[in-house]
């Protein structure tokens, strides 16, 4: 068996001079000139578009259910134009796209390339895309040439993407380079109005990346301040009018807190984004009409995405909103009025948080903790505390408000219905708390309000700690046509400090003892006064085969009987062929089931994550291998992830197939009921028996 093992991103910091490779790639001086000399004529690149390339998702099952509609925005007012019209030919729009291409997205940058080469030419809109890439995630027949270094294109006048004449390998996870690209796509394209994007893997508040050619380097959300702080002194530019950012996990309140000095609007998504990411041929809008607004930008922006995911069948699960950053003081300030009685009043605060905690929607989710995002939406905590408590109802309605007025534009799937446009960082328990936290800066209230949140938890007396009364540990249970029913009953004086129930489910390997957990669910705990917790199990197991082999997966369910669907999280593990002789561990993937409530797969998405949260969707080679993983605990109770394969699964992933089984009656089953308190602390019942025929 293979075991799980933790690994760390090591950053390695290469600076490079990238202005020379900038400067000649865009052309001209900066005196609004957007085209090149004739002495620098760029090498136009002969660019036939294609169909999306095999490594892009394959369009599933799509619900009838379409997402939510782009909200219609209030009207924008234009601010000044960031550059002189009177210092030369001044564009409309300038628009800069960094793609972050040097890792396993490399696939799906071609496939925005290949937009961008479709965009209509205007010379009022300048778009230019500086795409890094990777040696080995080679292409059959790369429209795009198949290089494997740093190339700057931009649309050309006569259409179609030109490349600069010489190209090089830049670190794109070194904040030099970021800022070098913005200062001179400004400086040598001078517009009204600015759009700047990231495209890479995204985590939120820990950054986006890698740069798997030097050094696995990432850009952490200080290396994005302090890029676009050089990038925009450089270019004598204040602000520009949006930041978009074409990764998982980015529109967090973290994110928004510290882009509000460098753009006007930030366009992201709170949710692991599909691969296939933003259409860009939604750039036409501006060359339809380049007058066009920043609001309206995003909105075809969001538009495109929406349609892209219907037709890829990743629509269910999207997100993605347009957030005005110019009222962040304002939503920083009605939070500090919001966290105020929260933080004078730990203790009573404490229960109150950790069940808004508990309700909030959440992005990322992981079932293995060290590598779940821990985002949960914003809008969603605050409600719930307005809800709870009286105290809290007017300054939670304020900032409710202030997010539903932010937010202008969004959309969302039928599986985050409801996501209000802004996650935030909020882990349960104070053991899955990242310390790094708390050296973010730009981040004022939040930090204070977990520690005060965790030191409440941790505080909790020992006798109003969460504790099953059924002797000996051991659950209460019988079958019936639904499955194992399980229950048991808790303490109630630690009624009030109970956040949540799951049952955990699985065999007994006789080998050694050993229980292989085969999955996850909600349970359920009452709040009258009877102290009882209880929860169900199907006694079905997922598996999934590639048509050779079938392997057992673990999952953890959940159901959202108000929207309709199911969703089913699968930690997997992938290894490409070229590291199967090699020591280097597997790569963590996490497999996103959305399916009706007849268990009918309605979408279907692998994410590879890594120990920073940086997720992404996998393009994984059909060649290489799918390792479902299941947690094993042993004897002497310690846990970890493992694979009970030595085969794998061919990772061609829209051959693979799902099901769920039913366990053979006369399987040793095993299950544990665990309820928790707001400070993680644990009691469980347990049950160990046959499945009856």
């Not at 009030?496 to 999955?519: P, Q």
Request: aromatic share 8%.
């Amino acid at each position: 068996m293979r075991k799980y093992t933790n690994r760390a991103v090591r950053r390695t910091t290469t600076l490079l001079a990238a202005s020379a490779v900038l400067v000649a790639a865009c052309g001209g001086s900066g005196d609004g000139d957007d085209r090149a000399s004739d002495a620098d004529e760029p090498e136009q690149t002969e660019v036939e578009p294609e169909p999306e390339s095999d490594a892009a998702s394959e369009p599933g099952d799509s619900s009838d259910q379409e997402p939510a509609p782009a909200e219609e925005p209030e009207p924008e007012s234009d601010p000044e134009p960031a550059a002189d019209p009177g210092s030369g030919d001044i564009a409309d729009w300038t628009v800069l796209v960094y793609i972050m291409g040097d890792n396993d997205l490399e696939p799906f940058a071609v496939d925005d390339l290949l937009e961008m080469n479709e965009i209509t030419p205007s010379d009022r809109v300048n778009v230019i895309a500086l795409a890094d890439r990777h040696p080995e995630y080679t292409l059959d027949d790369d429209p795009l040439g198949d290089f494997a270094t740093t190339r700057l294109f931009r649309v050309s006048s006569d259409g179609g993407l030109e490349a600069a004449p010489d190209e090089d390998e830049v670190n794109v996870g070194d904040p030099d380079v970021l800022a070098e690209f913005i200062a001179q796509g400004i400086t040598t394209a001078p517009a009204e109005r600015y759009a700047v994007v990231l495209w890479n893997h995204g985590a939120g508040w820990p950054g986006m990346g890698p740069d798997e050619t030097d050094g696995n380097d990432i850009l952490d959300l200080a290396d994005i301040d302090q890029a676009f702080e050089q990038g925009l002194a450089a270019a004598g530019v204040d602000q520009v009018d949006l930041v978009g950012f074409d990764a998982c996990l980015m529109a967090s309140y973290e994110v928004a807190s510290v882009m509000d000095d460098h753009a006007r609007y930030m366009l992201a998504s709170a949710e692991l984004e599909p691969g296939h990411g933003w259409n860009y041929m939604a750039l036409d809008a501006l060359s339809a009409n380049p007058d066009v607004s920043t609001v309206e930008l995003g909105n075809a922006i969001i538009d495109g995405f929406v349609g892209q995911a219907q037709e890829a069948g990743t629509d269910e699960q999207i997100t993605l909103s347009l957030v005005d950053l110019t009222r962040m003081a304002e939503l920083e300030g009605a939070l500090g009025s919001l966290t105020e009685p929260l933080l004078a009043e730990p203790e009573l605060a404490a229960p109150l948080l950790a069940q808004a905690q508990a309700d909030a929607l959440k992005f990322g989710a992981n079932p293995d903790p060290s590598i779940d995002s821990f985002h949960v939406d914003l809008g969603q905590v605050v409600t719930t505390l307005g809800e709870r408590d009286p105290v809290l109802a007017e300054p939670a309605a304020t900032v409710s408000d202030l997010i539903d007025e932010m937010v202008v534009s969004k959309v969302d799937g039928v599986a985050t219905r409801g996501a209000t446009g802004l996650s935030i960082y909020f882990p349960p328990f104070a053991d899955t708390f990242r310390q790094g936290y708390l050296n973010l800066q730009g981040v004022e209230v939040w930090p204070d309000l977990l520690t005060s949140f965790y030191t409440a938890g941790a505080a909790i007396p020992e006798e109003e700690q969460v504790q099953f009364t059924n002797t000996n540990g051991e659950g209460e249970y019988f079958f019936d046509e639904d499955g194992l029913n399980l229950f048991g009953f808790f303490d109630t004086v630690a009624e009030n400090n109970v956040v949540e129930a799951e049952i955990f489910y699985g065999v007994l390997d006789e080998s050694d003892g050993s229980i292989i957990y085969i999955g996850e669910e909600p349970g359920e705990f009452s709040t009258d006064g009877s102290g009882l917790a209880a929860a169900i199990y199907d006694l079905t197991v997922l598996t999934i085969s590639d048509g050779i082999d079938t392997d057992y997966a673990y999952l953890d369910l959940g159901i959202d009987r108000e929207s309709g669907v199911a969703t089913i999280d699968v930690p997997l593990w992938y290894v490409p062929p070229e590291e199967f002789d090699t020591d280097d561990p597997p790569r963590d993937v996490l497999l996103s089931l959305v399916l009706d409530l007849d268990f009918n797969i309605l979408s279907e998405t692998y994410y590879r994550i890594d120990e920073n949260g940086i997720a992404g969707e996998l393009a994984a080679d059909p060649n290489g291998l799918i390792f479902p993983v299941v947690l094993n605990e042993y004897p002497d109770g310690t846990t970890e992830w493992l694979t009970l394969s030595e085969r794998g699964l061919f990772a061609n992933l829209p051959d693979l197939v799902y099901d769920l089984e039913p366990l053979e009656a006369g399987t040793g089953l095993y299950a544990e009921l665990v309820i928790r308190d707001y400070g993680g602390n644990t009691s469980a019942v347990s049950m160990f028996d046959t499945i009856p025929g």
